[in-house]
């Protein structure tokens, strides 16, 4: 699916649907909790034990100085 | 949390700093995320957000300001001074109306005339948030962070 010229896989754009449900009631969610989102396909791809045990590298990894009162990510 | 204290107007959290700033500012300067990037950080706040939930409080305040990074690029959420206890316990009452600009986007239908919201306001949020960090802007945004589109 391509809207405002991204790309969007569609097991994304259903789990953003199931999430913008109005009737809170009937939100991606409501059954059975975090499970509920865990479990969507669009996670398939993820191990949450490893990312739970930090074993997967981050995609992205903040620049920092090596002075440890370095607080240039805060504004 | 690593220590709390108590003054006489304020109760007072310790908590671990995050050196890797917030992703409001992250996501400020990137523009938007790729989908795995925003699936790598949005499962964790999902992760999160299930721990307080087991815990019987209702975060309510998700947004990119309140998400911080660490060093190892994992993130994590913090304030929650919005946070409430479920079934009538004793967190503050929900400031359901925008203190600020950026809340609005983020806030589930329900709260906007209903103070008895439960956890499934948070999952709305992450709805909110995963489309966000993909097209770099929130899905009810018209341009003016007062004007949200959820107030008409």
Redo the contacts between chains.
């Keep these: 699916m391509k809207k405002h010229g991204i790309d969007i896989s569609p097991e994304c754009v259903d789990f953003v649907r199931q999430l913008l449900e109005k009737d809170p009631e009937q939100r991606l969610g409501s059954k059975h909790g975090a499970k509920d989102l865990l479990e969507h396909p669009w996670f398939a791809s993820l191990d949450v034990d490893k990312i739970k045990a930090k074993k997967i590298k981050a995609p992205h990894i903040p620049d920092l100085e090596d002075d440890l009162r370095d607080t240039s990510n805060f504004d | 949390m690593r220590y709390s204290f108590v003054t006489n107007e304020k109760v007072m959290f310790l908590l671990p700093f995050k050196?890797?700033?917030?992703m409001f500012?992250?996501m400020r300067s990137e523009g938007?995320?790729?989908?795995?990037?925003a699936?790598?950080y949005v499962?964790?706040i999902?992760?999160g957000?299930?721990y307080l939930?087991?815990n019987n409080v209702i975060y309510s305040d998700l947004k990119p300001e309140n998400i911080l990074?660490g060093?190892?690029?994992?993130v994590c959420l913090c304030d929650f001074g919005n946070s409430k206890l479920m079934n009538g316990g004793s967190g503050s009452k929900p400031n359901a109306q925008p203190v600020e600009g950026g809340a609005a986007d983020y806030i589930?239908?329900?709260m906007i005339d209903d103070d008895n919201?439960?956890?499934?306001?948070?999952?709305?949020g992450?709805?909110?948030l995963?489309?966000e960090m993909?097209?770099?802007f929130p899905?009810f945004y018209t341009g003016n962070r007062r004007n949200t589109m959820m107030f008409k």
């Design positions: 050196r890797g700033g917030d500012n992250l938007r995320f790729t989908e795995d990037r699936r790598f499962l964790q999902v992760l957000l299930g939930h087991q990074m060093e190892d690029g994992y589930a239908p329900e919201y439960g956890t499934s306001v948070d999952w709305w992450i709805g909110i995963t489309y993909i097209v770099g899905p």
